[in-house]
């Protein structure tokens, strides 16, 4: 499977290294069956000047069709702006579309995506700092913001940075299956392989943003009293507030609701349970605030996008899958 990799100048580096080293790692691990062929692409034959200063060698030109290539990815870069309306790289990658099985996006690589008009009527993703740019200039795209990556239909979008790797993992375990994608992340010290609507970051970091005393130190008494009542009135009266008031100042500096803010920080404590051990489902709603087990199950799929038992099965540390699981091909 031919994987080519456009690479804009101002290219974020690891936009382009991390799938190459994920889909490289992978070719390792299919016992000599037919992997990945790699090419990175560039709009002429110059080197590629990354945002770290690194220099990439372009294989191949935006002169040259995609015909016989499997998947067209396209990375990010700070200098998208650049570039995302570009005739002659429009024109390519709406070509290049139709001649590749998968087409994909890295960070603010969506953008070009979206000047191609591929994204429109779909759900995508980019940065979690570029999805209001994305969303006015693309009114078409439903823009989930924060998730890591989204897969619609052939089409995939994904944050930046790390989360290339995620994409390029979640590719390795559709070609090839979840045995091959998750030895992969252990060979590259990923600690585990996350579901695609995981959030960019930490809850804790996202509800960070504010600058208000209060609001910070009800962010921070909430993570640490999950089980307890969190009712907006409770909240509010903690900080001597009406509830309307309260919610009103909470969104406000945190861009969250103190529901959604809530519901985010149980899960992500309850992600973390089933990740590191054995409490019973119904346990871990109890102990993560959740009025019953149904309660937790419908908001774990709301943020994770999978079940709480799909995820234990998936991502508890310390389990690897059976190795009749390691060469099970899925689609290659």
Partial sequence: MRIAILAMPGVQMLDVAGPMDVFSEANKLINGRTGYELAVVGRDREPVVASNGGRLLPDRTIDESLEGFDTLLIAGSPRVQDFEADPKLV?????????????????????????????????????????????????????????????DGTVYTSAGVTASMDLALAMVEEDFGR????????????????????????????????EMGPIREITQWVAEHIANDLAVETLASRLGMSARNFARTFKRET?????????????????????E????????????????????????????????????????????PPPKEIFTATGA
């Fill in 91 to 151: 024109d390519w990658v709406k070509s290049g579309s139709v001649q590749v099985r998968r087409l994909a996006s890295i960070c603010t690589g969506a953008f070009l995506l979206g000047s191609a008009g591929l994204l429109n009527g779909r759900r995508a993703t980019t940065h979690w700092n570029s999805t209001t740019r994305l969303r006015k200039m693309f009114p078409a795209i439903d823009v989930q913001p924060n998730t890591i990556f989204i897969k």
């Fill in 179 to 210: 045995g091959v994608a998750l030895r992969v992340a252990k060979e590259l010290i990923l600690f585990l392989q996350r579901p695609g609507g995981q959030s960019q970051f930490s809850v804790h970091l996202e509800a960070q943003v504010s």
């Fill in 255 to 275: 861009d969250m609701t103190p529901g959604d803010y809530v519901e985010a920080v149980r899960v992500d404590a309850a992600r973390r349970m089933l990740e």
């Fill in 277 to 320: 051990g054995d409490v019973p489902l119904k346990r871990v709603a109890a102990l993560c605030g959740f009025n019953d087990q149904s309660a937790f199950r419908r908001a774990f799929v709301r943020r994770i996008n999978v079940t709480p038992v799909e995820y234990r099965s998936r991502f508890r540390r310390g389990v690897t």
